[in-house]
């Protein structure tokens, strides 16, 4: 059972938008930033989303991440077939004084 | 390149133990904490522990799940972090990771580098 707690599955078309929730306490997302992860089949995970809603160098603007409260946000928009992956929330637990993840969201360009 | 790499994984019977490598180039390793995460089939990402670089102690952190039968060291000399995997389970069978810590000075639930990753099979 994962801490945070993410949809097993999301869907859209091509081109339109989708958008994966992360929903944690105030030990961990309410009082720390979120970073979100995109691990694409077969491939290790890849950061996409940091400190709530900045994106690394390389990320496209298609991502983005915000925050509200104990829950958070991922938005994927112009939705390719490419971007068919997990999507992991994640953020740090004072309480555990450890990482914290969801269990992940699959995300179908239908 | 900037790169992180596993070795190590394999098939492994119950109760034996297994060391994970994780062998970084093109960065300060010594500057940056080290974490290991891994994913069992059909289950989601789980950190194992990390450990801090040595500015901050140099001590490694577990999770409860492994604690007791994982320990996570480092070398900085030769730029590797080890995961030493005792008293191994069917249930640790999984894709094992490594990865970098986003910021130098602490570690939060950001992580932007990661390994390939090595799989890990334990079954009789």
């Not at chain 1, 078309?13 to 961990?28: F, I, L, Y």
């Not at chain 1, 009082?31 to 809603?53: H, R």
């Not at chain 2, 994913?39 to 950190?47: D, I, T, V």
């Not at chain 2, 999770?63 to 995961?83: E, H, W």
Request: charged share 15%; proline share 5%; aromatic share 12%.
């Amino acid at each position: 059972q994962s801490v945070l707690t993410q949809p097993p599955s999301v869907s859209a078309a091509p081109g339109q938008k989708v958008t994966v929730s992360c929903s944690g306490s105030s030990s961990n997302v309410g009082t720390d930033y979120v970073s979100w992860y995109q691990q694409l089949p077969g491939t290790a995970p890849k950061l996409l989303i940091y400190d709530n809603n900045k994106r690394p160098s390389g990320i496209p603007d298609r991502f983005s991440g915000s925050k509200s409260g104990t829950s958070a946000t991922l938005g994927i928009t112009g939705l390719q077939s490419g971007d068919e992956a997990d999507y992991f929330c994640a953020a740090w637990d004072s309480g555990l004084s450890a990482p914290v993840f969801g269990g992940g969201t699959y995300v179908t360009v239908l | 390149e900037v790169q992180l790499v596993e070795s190590g994984g394999g098939l492994i019977q119950p109760g034996r133990s297994l060391r994970l490598s994780c062998t970084a180039s093109g960065f300060p390793f010594g500057d940056y904490a080290l974490s290991w995460f891994r994913r069992a089939p059909g289950k989601g990402l789980e950190w194992v522990g990390f450990i801090r670089s040595r500015a901050y102690g140099g001590t490694p952190q577990h999770a409860a799940s492994v604690k007791g039968r994982f320990t996570i060291s480092r070398d900085d000399s030769k730029t590797i972090a080890y995961l030493q995997m005792n008293s191994l389970k069917t249930e640790d069978t999984a894709i094992y990771y490594c990865s970098r810590s986003f910021y130098r000075t602490y570690i939060s639930g950001a992580f932007d580098m990661w390994g390939q990753g090595t799989m890990v099979t334990v079954s009789s």
